[in-house]
């Protein structure tokens, strides 16, 4: 028991150990960034106070990519190895083990999206929003604009509902404006809660539902590639030791996140331009049936 204890402790400080470099880095960067608007009204402390108020949301978004480089990380140490190798000879296998080290992980990333950080975030936007533009005041108001009928459409705001067909009938209602009202429409979508997104997924505006279905199965299932990914550069570890270091692995590990950061944006980006089925957004899925297809045949 103590050997599964001393490999569950080692695995989260290499984890936090690697989360707060990258946070650092990240932090670092955005305040570089922030010097440019410095001006009489918003000043460095501002600065430090809207970075310091967001890293949390930041952070959110690496948080995978933090947990995958630190636990392979973890496997430099020695005396960790052999007390891994010791448990692995007491019947834990690694599926078990990413799942046991990686669920706390999910847990505070999945929490994030529903307490403390949206709203955190919130505040933070319209705190600097406030100093730096000038234009604050008057938010831009977007539209929704969806079809009725085969030559029929209704432009809607949150003030009013125009409708107009092909033979230029035009006409002004509150028909619609009252459901678009209710709905987060004019925030980032990356801002709201899970409770926020069930209820936009509902909404009758088609585009917008979609968004919100593609945004609730992202946050939902793509912690699943992550988990893939480790599990890859892990039977790389045990299999090839002789030929791949564990420099070479972080490598891996970094290159692979990216790259999958890359592909999971352009789904849901896909998704919403060409009115895709939002269930294409579960795709992490295939990659855990694909992982477990080739494992006997490319690992040991």
Known sequence: ????????????????????????????????????????????????SYLLATEPYRMRSFIYLAAVVGFLAVFVDAGFLRAFNTVRQAGLNKTKYALMIF???????????????????????????????????????????ERIKDNSFVMVSEELSLSFNGEGNLSITDQYSG???????????????????????????????LVSKTELLRRSLNFLCYIVIFL?????????????????????GFGACLIYG??????????????????????????IMLYYTFRKRLFF
């Open 103 to 145: 669920a706390p992980v999910i847990f505070i990333s999945m929490a994030s999206y529903e307490y403390v950080i949206p709203e955190l975030t919130k505040n933070a936007e319209d705190f600097r929003k406030s100093k730096v533009s000038s234009s604050y005041d008057n938010q831009p108001m977007i539209i929704e604009i």
């Open 1 to 48: 028991m103590k050997a599964y204890s001393y490999i569950f402790k080692k695995s989260m400080i290499s984890f936090l150990g690697a989360l707060l470099i990258i946070s650092a880095i990240d932090f670092s960067f955005n305040f570089f960034s922030e010097i440019e608007d410095i001006s009489d009204n918003y000043s460095y402390l501002d600065a430090l």
């Open 232 to 252: 890859v550069g892990l039977e790389l570890l045990l299999s090839f030791a002789k030929t791949l270091n564990v420099n070479r692995i972080l490598v891996y």
């Open 262 to 287: 890359f592909v999971e944006s352009v789904f849901a980006d896909s998704i919403s331009v060409f009115m895709l089925p939002y269930y294409l957004q579960a795709f992490p899925v295939l990659l």
């Open 179 to 209: 459901e678009f009202s209710e709905l987060n429409y004019n925030k980032n979508i990356k801002h709201l809660t899970f409770t926020e997104l069930i209820e936009n997924s509902s909404a009758s505006f088609e585009k917008f539902s």
